[in-house]
């Protein structure tokens, strides 16, 4: 089963508005991270953000992540038409599981010119 | 640098052949490796991972099996195909001992059973 879930499925916005997409995990972390996957290719990191940590950012991206609620959120600041995307959320299994890293369900954005 | 092969990129085989998915990471040593399966407009679904050569967890599937003859070296099988197996297959690889998490993607194989 998967860790991870997305929140939208999908959402579409115009260029230069804001996208934020939300994840829900299920099992104690180390670290959550989160991933870019244009169509019918492979994956590419964005960012990590750490169980200790609450807030992260890179570039035009800023994460959360809230423990207690087992939630994190990606917001895609100005957004491009090249934004257009899925992304995916990512977890590992906490201290038992270190190893395994369970992928949610994505969100597929579609960034209107 | 470090670089991930991953090959075929398209594939169609009957229902009942067997299967060989290879792939292969260079400039690293020791690291993990990832099978996931991707149905079309879904997410990834964790099929096998690996921290060491002959060292194999599975997830989910009953039709197919993983192996790590080397250690730089994860390959996919299945003996007979079934029509569920059709997907996008994606190898994945973290480097251990750098104090990183990241995966880094292969670029995928299109597997479509019929």
């Known amino acids: 089963s998967q860790q991870g879930e997305e929140d939208p499925q999908a959402l579409s916005i115009q260029e230069g508005e804001n996208a934020t997409m939300n994840c829900s995990y299920k099992t104690s972390i180390n670290n959550l991270q989160w991933y870019r996957q244009n169509s019918g290719r492979g994956l590419v990191h964005l960012i990590l953000?750490?169980?200790?940590?609450r807030e992260k950012h890179s570039g035009r991206l800023r994460v959360t992540l809230d423990t207690s609620k087992k939630s994190s959120s990606l917001l895609i600041t100005a957004s491009r038409a090249a934004d257009t995307a899925s992304y995916f959320c990512?977890?590992?299994?906490?201290?038992?599981?270190?190893?395994?890293?369970?992928f949610g369900s994505g969100t597929r954005l579609s960034i209107r010119p | 640098s470090q670089t991930i092969h991953q090959w075929p990129a398209t594939l169609v085989q009957p229902v009942g052949s067997p299967l060989s998915l290879e792939c292969t990471v260079e400039?690293?040593?020791?690291?993990?490796l990832y099978w996931y399966r991707q149905a079309a407009g879904r997410g990834l679904q964790l099929l096998f991972y690996?921290?060491?050569?002959?060292?194999i967890s599975s997830e989910v599937p009953q039709n197919l099996s993983a192996s790590r003859p080397q250690d730089r070296q994860f390959i996919l099988s299945s003996k007979k195909l079934l029509l569920s197996d059709s997907g996008f297959y994606l190898c994945a690889w973290i480097p251990l001992g750098q104090g990183r998490s990241e995966a880094f993607f292969g670029q995928g194989t299109r597997l479509t059973v019929v």
């Open positions: 953000i750490r169980s200790n940590e």
């Open positions: 990512a977890t590992d299994g906490g201290y038992s599981s270190a190893s395994k890293i369970i």
């Open positions: 400039g690293t040593s020791n690291p993990n």
């Open positions: 690996s921290v060491g050569i002959g060292q």
